[in-house]
């Protein structure tokens, strides 16, 4: 059964531009979480969509969102971005969050924003 | 609010000995607890996870944590350290009513020979 993937695995982009980050998540998982983790800062929460709908976000500025598809495949995406954006960010999945056994979060490979 | 200390930035030890790597939590409940592992370029592996019942909880690689609820920590220990354990290490804590995870900032072991 395949992972959690995330495409680009790179990415660069110039100050000001916007990128956009893809997931899919397990089959079966309808619940998507998106970190980015920066250098030396460890894992900081950005959003969570549940069954097609944004269930809560980090504390991070609104050029930071996404969406959740039918298919529970996500996107987030960066608007105006600043060389801070620079990061690897993570997307996870789970379980859908009613579900009793939902306990665990599998995590793609992550991609690399390089903004230059 | 839920948050997760680990109070190690940086750790070295030598190959063939113990290993410890601490986790404080804070929640109001019994939480979900979790260790994962990163090597670098990539993404998060579950090492092991604590729900409830057995307070020692065995994972992958050799890993057993503890959860202690009167110390509130969750601390990741492994009896002789292999070279390849050098990574990142994160514990996380997530609520038992919803999906919310909250993560550490790591602790990055180094493992020398």
């Known amino acids: 059964e395949a992972g959690v993937t995330q495409s680009p695995t790179h990415l660069i982009k110039t100050r000001g531009q916007q990128a956009t980050l893809r997931c899919s998540p397990i089959?079966?998982?309808?619940?998507v979480y998106w970190y980015q983790q920066a250098l030396g800062l460890g894992l900081q929460f950005l959003l969570w969509?549940?069954?097609?709908?944004?269930?809560n976000r980090g504390n991070f500025p609104p050029r930071f969102s996404g969406r959740q598809f039918p298919n529970y495949s996500s996107e987030l995406n960066v608007n105006a971005l600043e060389l801070e954006d620079s990061a690897l960010y993570l997307c996870?999945?789970?379980?859908?969050?009613?579900?009793?056994?939902?306990?665990?979060?599998?995590f793609g490979q992550g991609t690399r924003l390089t903004v230059v | 609010a839920q948050s997760v200390t680990q109070p190690d930035i940086h750790i070295t030890v030598s190959e063939g000995a113990s290993l410890e790597l601490r986790c404080n939590y804070s929640?109001?409940?019994?939480?979900?607890l979790f260790w994962y592992v990163q090597s670098p370029g990539q993404g998060l592996q579950l090492l092991l996870k604590?729900?409830?019942?057995?307070?020692l909880v065995q994972g992958i690689k050799g890993f057993e944590a503890e959860f202690k609820r009167s110390q509130s920590s969750f601390n990741l220990r492994k009896p002789s350290v292999h070279w390849s354990d050098a990574a990142e290490y994160f514990c996380?804590?997530?609520?038992?009513?919803?999906?919310?995870?909250?993560f550490g900032t790591g602790t990055s072991l180094t493992v020398i020979p």
């Open positions: 969509y549940d069954e097609g709908e944004e269930r």
């Open positions: 996870a999945s789970s379980l859908p969050h009613h579900h009793p056994l939902n306990t665990e979060a599998f």
């Open positions: 604590y729900f409830s019942g057995d307070t």
């Open positions: 089959s079966g998982h309808t619940s």
């Open positions: 996380a804590v997530a609520s038992n009513t919803g999906n919310q995870f909250y």
């Open positions: 929640y109001g409940a019994t939480p979900y």
